[in-house]
């Protein structure tokens, strides 16, 4: 998507440890106008899914799940992070390792959010290891529903998530692929 691409060449910031910071329009302040076209264009591109449900994680992947829900006509339902040690009956859940934080949490979506007759398309901001994806590819298979696929905003193709959940046949649809970035130039080259 050149529009998102050119955007990332503006506002992008290189930080060290492969980190892209894109508080400019996406992770702080948000562009809703471009959020909008990231919706329609994923959108587009599982227009033959019959979709019936978008499933994110928060915090930083919900601004785009409800564009894109907008999009689809369709409910957003975000997986909480939670503390609890205790996760009751009602909810799927699933361990997810971070990798802003560097740590693991729990992620829980209650059973009433999640049926078996949903179609479901997984929404998220970044694709780095694919932590978060997989967790949330398995509160899907947990709750019995169809996973049509994923929609991410930014890959980072130089780690290795997109090319695992590729390899697992999960329809990946990245909207900018980075190849590498160099954090003493700040150049970004892309797929
Ligand atoms: P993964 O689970 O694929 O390793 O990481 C995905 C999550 O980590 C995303 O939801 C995103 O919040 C965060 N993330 C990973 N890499 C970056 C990055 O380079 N920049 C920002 N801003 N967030 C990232």
């Known amino acids: 998507m050149e529009l998102l691409k050119e955007r990332i060449r503006r ?3 290189v930080r060290a440890g492969g980190v892209l910071k894109v508080d400019g329009f996406l992770n702080h302040q948000m562009d809703v106008e471009l959020f909008a076209e ?3 264009e994923f959108r587009r591109r599982f227009a033959e899914d019959e979709v019936t449900k978008i499933l994110t994680i928060e915090a930083s992947g919900i601004g785009i799940a409800c564009l894109t829900a907008m999009a689809f006509h369709v409910p957003a339902v975000f997986a909480k992070k ?3 040690k205790n996760i009751d009956a009602q909810v799927y859940s699933t361990q997810v390792e971070s990798f802003t934080h560097g740590k693991t949490y729990d ?3 209650s059973r009433e959010y999640l049926q078996p007759s949903d179609r479901v398309l ?3 901001d970044f694709l780095a290891n694919g932590k978060a994806l997989e967790g949330l590819a398995r509160l899907v298979k947990d709750a019995g529903a169809a996973l049509v696929g994923a929609g991410i905003v930014i890959e980072k193709g130089f780690q290795p998530g997109g090319d695992r959940l590729r390899e697992d046949g999960i329809h990946l649809e990245s909207l900018a692929i980075i190849d590498s970035m160099d954090e003493k130039t700040g150049e970004i080259r892309f797929r």
């Open 122 to 124: 997984l929404i998220d």
């Open 107 to 109: 992620i829980i979506v």
């Open 11 to 13: 506002d992008g910031r």
């Open 38 to 40: 990231i919706g329609k």
């Open 82 to 84: 939670t503390q609890t």
